[in-house]
């Protein structure tokens, strides 16, 4: 759990709604549990729940996107409304086409890298 910067605990995701259900269910038996004699320590405890979960409630009160993704739910659509980001890590497997492939010098000839000269020779 990190420290937000007023020095509450900020929760780490998943944001979702058994979080903030179990966050709540804590923040219940604290509270149960406190009195007029309790101890500053014990309401810093309900003070960190509480902002535990209005940091959770924060979150899942945000609009989705409507890109249909599981993995991106915030991403941005491609013009076939497909998830711009899936989209472009399956291209990231494609080899680039010819013309952008790195070329080096390999005994006075240009090669891709990778490969070896056309007459055979070693650099």
Known sequence: MKRGDLGY?????P?????LLQR????????????IKSSFSEFSVVADLLHEA????RELSRPRNQSGCAKHPGGPRDVDESC???RARSYRGVP???SLR???MV??????TGEEPLDGTEG
């Open 102 to 104: 790195r070329r080096r």
């Open 96 to 98: 680039p086409p010819a």
């Open 84 to 86: 711009l980001l899936c």
């Open 107 to 112: 005994g006075g000839q240009w090669c891709e």
């Open 54 to 57: 209005f940091c959770i409630a």
């Open 9 to 13: 605990p900020v929760p780490f995701p």
């Open 24 to 35: 709540t269910r804590r923040l219940n038996d604290v509270m149960y549990d406190l009195s």
């Open 15 to 19: 944001y979702d709604r058994d979080a």
